[in-house]
């Protein structure tokens, strides 16, 4: 490593840490029985899975007419979901594969547990299609392969069937970089660990690994491909979600900016979350002088830029919707600002574009507690933008008679509630079982910017 | 390890040099007339300037949005060519001759900025227009033909031509519907607002990085990041709209969503290019000796990175408008996908993609100076042919090539040669006083 840091360099790990001091501090709260606090969230966290287990169950009996759904908003609140979680995911392959890639060290700290935020967001997005197709057990239709049903092969031509693809491309590479990562910490445990069952587990997940310079170095090597290969799939994944909607015909789904600004907005929502989740952690686990205000201000800085974006992209739809002439183009971005749903519009507005300019202010990026705020209205916020994208475009089509409006049921509302019980409950398990902060990778930076005394 | 000193240099302009750039300048500019007075040449002259116009613009507004995001995201390792994308934001006042040549033009570029009504016609050009509209298939001109609109280009001198034109105009009512907009008086205002912003932020980028070369204060580094901070987002938003004026109202109605990211594209990687090729010509000369191949490597990961990003750009377009396949859109690619633009089509890929993609994959490529000087050079051809393909088939249903195209660019070569080793010229060759040079001297990856 480069001993020369500018003088504008700061620390990334507070308390001038030893490096067994590390590996204890994070390994803390897998060795102790859970703190009251974690029992309330994970009752909570819990209960709530169990009401959205109950709701799906209901659904799969019932059918998907217990939706809200009318004939002409005929995707609304499941769609919106599934978008959702797809977004929020971004942010942990964001931080782990293209921030690695920028040498942005200071990613040390938060991306084992974005990732792994990652990889819930997409379990809890995976579950409305599987939901909507109805007869869940037939879920491996999607897959092409020789069947006996004559014509119903999948059609590759529907970007639905892209989008099987592109989430397990992205499923899979992402718990293959997760777990790579997750290798010497393992190892590290299973070393410091004394009871058997515990040494055996984690000597069997650790894959062998001995802490030799060649395995450090392999290590690094595939740990950098994987970081290469993920990183297209940050942009591909919600591209591809866009175009679910883009490649249609329908004013206000049809447009071309959709792939990066859906990127933009994806890693905008997932950043939001991370801040949320972060701020939480950090503060029950005691985490402060690993995530330190530098990390939280320099996230603030990544939403603020994608929340720009998006402000930019918003701006730009308007714009050429205006600019196209068409008077069907207008009409439905008028009807978005100004219409039946324009509450749900200015929400979007109001906390994706308004908010994140807080950030601008250095004293708003460094208050905890003003970050964690706008972190929810950031989550609230992107939640609206699909329900505004897929809801307003489709609730006043070309035939003023088949105007509706669209109103969510009890049970999708409970679904979402349920869906967010699992992100939460598998989260919480995630903090007790393993190392939420990646210690070998700490102990990498945790000399960065703190030599330079010696040097001058 | 101890610190690096690096000694004060500038680069000593070459006679040799400067004469070329002046002769490409004349060679220019007499072409450019040359076409002007062939007949009916005067669309094909101010095409060109269109198209070298917003190609300056972008090498030239690129090099300052690479000063800022260095600023913003704290880039140590890029100080040591910070002075060459400084140098290419010197081009920026050349815009300002172009833009006037464009305006100058504008009756030949924007079909909007003619007069549409008989009545307007009549009041501008003397009477001469008649009566039009009155086809039912003219109510709503979705997309005009090309190889109409060319055609009423072409025949400007004859009567015919102006007749059928005047009918197309006439009844547009889409035209007239954004005229607040697409209006020549407007148009000027939002040059002249560009144009300031974009001259006036990165001279002050420039001014102050060249202040901290004589006092090392670290206080120029911060003013930078705040001048950074007001340049990006403006950036964003003026370029984005200068996209639409230049190049895509040149087709008035066509609109797509994209295009202003798909602009960026071009800029972000073409100016990288060209920061990369300048840094290895003063190499080859001898100068900057502490820009190694760890820098190489860097600016090549980027150059991969931002090339592969504007092939993603291009296909999100391409892709979405061919599958949806709408009237109101298609015909944009209807003449360059299925049209005699077909063969550039493909080779605007092979150019700004596929070549680079393969040429910068793997390591060692990115770290030897002759292939990152190839790579370089091929982005910059096909980021004119990316630029060509955008303008030209509005006004051609095929192709165009010849020595107008090569005249007129060399004389926008020449220009932006002039003004970037004059600067060069004149300034440090490294940044001195910068607070991270020394992590940009001792870099490695």
Redesign the interface.
Known sequence: M???????RVKLVEGNKSLGQITDEICRPMNRLPSKSWWLAFLVAFSALMMGIGAITYQVLVGIGTWGLNTSVGWAFDITNFVFWIGIGHAGTLISAILF?FRQKWRTSINRSAEAMTLFAVMCAGLFPLIHMGRPWLAFWVGPYPNTRGSLWPNPRSPLLWDVFAISTYFLVSAGFWYVGLIPDLATIRDKSTSKIKKFIFGVLSLGWNGSNRIWSRYETVYMLLAGLAT?LV?SVH?IVS?DF????IPGW???????YFVAGAVFSGFGMVLTLMIIARKVLNLHEYITTTHIERMCKIALLTG??VG??Y???FF?A?????IYERFTFLNRAFGPFAWAYWIMVSCNVITPQLF?FKKLRTNVKWVFIISIFINIGMWFERFVIIVTSLHRDYLPSNWTGYVPTKIEVMTLIGVFGLFFTLFLIFCRVLPMISIGEVKSVVSYANTRNKEH | ?S?AHVENVTYKTSPRMKNAAIAMIVIGAITFLWQYFQEAGELRAFANVLVSHFYLLTLALGGAFWIALQYVA?A?WSVVVRRIPEAMTKALPITIVTTIVVVLGMSYLYSWSLPRHPSEAAHEEGGAATEGGSSPLMVSPVYSAPAHKSEAHEKTGSAEGEESADELRAAD???D??SW?LSKNFFYVRMVLYLLIWIGLANLLVKNSRKQDMDKN?SH?KANLKVS?IFL?LF??SF?AAS?DFIMSVEP?W???????YCFAGLFVSSLAMITMITILLKRRGYLTFVNEEHFQDLG?LMFGMS?FWA??WF??F???W??N?P?EVGYYEVRFNGEYRFLFFLNVGVNWVLPFFALLPRPNKRNMNIMFATSAVILVGHWLDLYLMVFPAYYSAPVFGWTEIGIFLGAIGMFVLATFTYLGKANLVPSGD??L??S????Q
């Open positions: 480069s001993a020369h840091y500018s003088p504008l890639l297209p942009l591209s175009m883009a490649t249609s015909v049809h447009t071309t900016i959709f792939p990066p720009s974006m930019l992209a701006g730009t739809e050429i205006w600019y196209s002439g068409s601008w | 390890m610190d704290g140590g009512e889409i035209l519907s954004k907009w670290v580094t901070s987002p964003g938003l984005s639409v109605h609109f797509s969503t994209i295009f202003g990211v990961k592969t993603y750009i999100s377009q892709m979405l408008i599958y949806s709408m109101e607070p991270y020394q992590e001297l001792h870099h490695h």
